[in-house]
């Protein structure tokens, strides 16, 4: 556990007995014994940190992809207002069918676009690009002023976590705890396409997740005992 506090800035991961968290503080309900039940031998080519960090990248992916949105969408002129409606109705749309959109071959754009330094250095480069009227008409760029204060507070909204929080208490409000966790959601599709890319999974994606809330459910119960 004082691997796991120390150093906050490096992701790390720690698996439990019934479960695997993460640095960036998502949780995931099932272990490594469960995932090599799940797909027979899938770790013995893909380590299980790999793997749990490309599904916190996926996890993240709504509010990388979202601010880079933004920002694009005013370089190219765009009203700054409508530019930020149509960057939140993209979180939201993002962030609920995130697992639909999980691939391998994206692992590595994902992964670089979740990095909070990465995301923070390009938004200082663009606001502040913003900020300097002179140069961005030189560049015939002309891009509102109005658009800073936009970014800053979607930078709140997406990489403090605002929103995600608030979603998130809507949800526990409304729904409970009912069905897998988005964090789960993630997890087994990319295990199904790490799955299907290694021939080792043939069978209908809902009999997949089927046999995931099965195990889950089974390490659970486990436990409790």
């Known amino acids: 556990m004082e691997n796991f506090q120390r150093g906050r800035s490096k992701w790390q991961m720690l698996e439990l007995s019934d479960g695997i968290t993460t640095s960036n503080g998502n949780w995931y309900r099932i272990t490594a ?42 370089l190219v002129s765009l009203n700054p207002l409508l530019a930020t409606l149509i960057s939140l109705a993209f979180y939201l749309f993002w962030f609920f069918n995130t697992s639909a959109f999980v691939n391998i071959p994206s692992n590595p754009i994902v992964k670089f676009l979740s990095k909070d330094g990465v995301v ?13 009227n002179d140069i961005m008409e030189s560049l015939q760029l002309p891009v509102s002023f109005e658009a800073i204060w936009y970014g800053l507070v979607l930078i709140f909204l997406y990489k403090v976590g605002l929103l995600r929080l608030l979603i998130q208490f809507i949800q526990k409000k ?5 069905g897998p966790s988005r964090e789960d959601r993630v997890l087994n599709m990319l295990l199904i396409r790490y799955g299907m890319k290694e021939g080792k999974l043939t069978g209908e994606v809902e009999d997949m997740e089927d046999e995931l809330i099965r195990i889950k459910n089974y390490h659970k119960s486990k436990k409790k005992k």
């Open 174 to 178: 409304t729904s409970g705890d009912s």
């Open 33 to 74: 014994e469960g995932i090599e039940e799940y797909i027979p031998g899938l770790l013995d080519k893909y380590p299980l940190e790999q793997i749990i960090e490309e599904a916190d990248a996926w996890v993240k992916s709504a509010d990388g992809l979202s601010l880079m949105l933004f920002f694009i969408l005013v």
């Open 120 to 132: 923070y250095t390009i938004s200082a480069i663009v606001l502040i690009g913003i900020s300097l």
